[in-house]
T-cell receptor, first 115, second 111 residues
Framework: DTAVSQTPKYLVTQMGNDKSIKCEQNLGHDTMYWYKQDSKKFLKIMFSYNNKELIINETVPNRFSPKSPDKAHLNLHINSLELGDSAVYFC??????????????FGNGTRLTVT | SQELEQSPQSLIVQEGKNLTINCTSSKTLYGLYWYKQKYGEGLIFLMMLQKGGEEKSHEKITAKLDEKKQQSSLHITASQPSHAGIYLCGADKPGTYKYIFGTGTRLKVLA
């Protein structure tokens, strides 16, 4: 069973379009994340949700809107796509604890290409 | 804000050689993670280090966290083509939900 799954794996679209990426985790984790990986492979956090509540929003343009219908799902909707949005987007999850550390579990990524 | 710098940026080694990747933090590390990424795939968790001086091994990969908890190293012994990929260190801080990642090291192992 895939622990963190995101769809689609590839997304090619034109500038100005609106698209969504879906993410689901079956690990029972309470925190989910969206990361963006640029062409230099640098991973940057975009959003984090804990128990369906937004807790991190890293100065991402408001064209990006995450939605967490429940703890196991975190979707990413992007409006008015721009060329600079082309990247690989990773969903991840972890379990928070009081003072404990939990590694992130990643999905396989969605490669978004905006033409 | 905390930053993680990795060195080298890329590495090409002959199969069978040993190698080391370093991760240096601008602030004290509370939890340090090593991940590996293969092309077209997500990140795979390798190891987690918490205590100063801690060392962990998995198969031919050993990771250490220095006593001051501001630097970690990942050592691969007798490298194989299957070790090729991008290695990333990551860090978090207790009580926060924020993980940051290093700049990555791209490893190529020649058969």
């Amino acid at each position: 069973d895939t622990a963190v799954s995101q769809t689609p794996k590839y997304l090619v679209t034109q500038m100005g379009n609106d698209k969504s990426i879906k993410c689901e985790q079956n690990l029972g984790h309470d925190t989910m994340y969206w990361y963006k990986q640029d062409s230099k492979k640098f991973l940057k956090i975009m959003f984090s949700y804990n128990n369906k509540e937004l807790i991190i929003n890293e100065t991402v343009p408001n064209r990006f809107s995450p939605k967490s219908p429940d703890k196991a799902h975190l979707n990413l909707h992007i409006n008015s796509l721009e060329l600079g949005d082309s990247a690989v987007y990773f969903c991840a999850s972890s379990q928070t604890g009081t003072g404990g550390h939990s590694p992130l579990h990643f999905g396989n990524g969605t490669r978004l290409t905006v033409t | 804000s905390q930053e993680l710098e990795q060195s080298p940026q890329s590495l090409i080694v002959q199969e069978g050689k040993n190698l080391t990747i370093n991760c240096t933090s601008s602030k004290t590390l509370y939890g340090l993670y090593w991940y590996k990424q293969k092309y077209g795939e997500g990140l795979i968790f390798l190891m987690m280090l918490q205590k100063g001086g801690e060392e962990k091994s998995h198969e031919k990969i050993t990771a250490k966290l220095d006593e001051k908890k501001q630097q970690s190293s990942l050592h691969i012994t007798a490298s194989q083509p299957s070790h090729a990929g991008i290695y990333l260190c990551g860090a978090d801080k207790p009580g926060t939900y924020k993980y940051i990642f290093g700049t990555g090291t791209r490893l190529k192992v020649l058969a």
